[in-house]
């Protein structure tokens, strides 16, 4: 994934959790040209809520955004018919570019890196424990109605290639587990579960039985890298500000609004 795609997705998720309830978000947005519906548009974040259109522009640059991008989006605003229009930078902007988008109102918006006494002004980071489990001694006891005619070297090679399956399968058993806190570590455990339209070797598969060995592990995480996203005046920060917390070593992102107590936790 390129740079400035992971970085409208990450704006487009970080708008999500900033907009009201019943706001749809989208990212890679496609409209209509107003003036050609043949001609579709794209806009890197599109919001709509009450009828109410915004559009948000991405950029990700090493200088700051200068007054000539503004004036493209000026352009865009109306050409598009967009009710707002939102500017990011990860750079923030020039003097001229703040000038010129207060006077056609475009809305500026900046995601940059907190020193460590501006986080200690924001609040602490974010502590997350990683709960991973480990299955050993596994066995895998597969349900068929008439199944006098299949051959199980077959079913065998078969079911390894079904990864996503497998995958679900054990997650499902990790989320009913993860949800007792009075388990003892190793646990034996024996569940049935059933098999969501799987078929093997042409035959419906009708449920599944699974007995294994489950270890559990803990990890401990203080993120290292924390962003804010807000104005583009390091001192207006509203109270509406989202914070941005990654580890890009576990592909790992939080993103939270404190004063309203919502949160978002990612892993890639």
């Known amino acids: 994934m390129s740079k400035s795609t992971e970085f409208e997705k990450l704006i487009c998720r970080i708008n999500h959790l900033l907009s009201r309830e019943g706001a749809e978000v989208t990212w890679n947005g496609q409209i209509a040209d107003p003036d ?31 007054v000539k991008w503004i004036e493209e989006l000026i352009g865009r605003k109306i050409s598009l018919n967009a009710d707002f229009m939102i500017a990011v930078s990860d750079s923030g902007f020039t003097e001229g570019a703040i000038k010129k988008a207060k006077r056609y109102e475009i809305i500026l918006r900046s995601l940059r890196s907190l020193s460590d006494e501006e986080i200690k002004r924001w609040g602490r980071k974010t502590k997350l424990t990683l709960t991973f489990y480990g299955f050993l001694n596994i066995c895998l006891r597969l349900l068929f109605k008439n199944h006098s005619k299949l051959n199980i070297n077959a079913v065998s090679k078969e079911l390894e290639t079904k990864s996503e399956f497998i995958d679900a399968l054990f997650n499902t058993v990790k989320y009913e587990i993860n949800k ?44 290292p890298t924390v962003s804010v996203y807000g104005s583009c005046n390091p001192d207006c920060y509203s109270e509406e500000a989202a914070i941005v917390e990654k580890d890009s070593n576990l592909d790992l992102e939080v993103n939270k609004i404190e004063h309203r107590s919502i949160s978002n936790v990612k892993s890639f």
């Open 180 to 223: 007792q806190s009075d388990f003892n570590y190793p646990l034996s455990i024996f569940w049935v579960t059933e098999a969501h339209n799987m078929f093997l070797c042409d035959k419906r598969l009708e449920g599944i039985k699974i007995r294994a060995e489950v270890h559990k592990f803990t990890e401990n995480l203080n993120i």
């Open 36 to 66: 050609n519906e043949k001609q579709s548009r794209q806009i890197d974040v599109l919001i709509k809520r009450d009828n109410i259109i915004t559009h948000v522009e991405c950029r990700t640059h090493n200088k700051p955004q200068d």
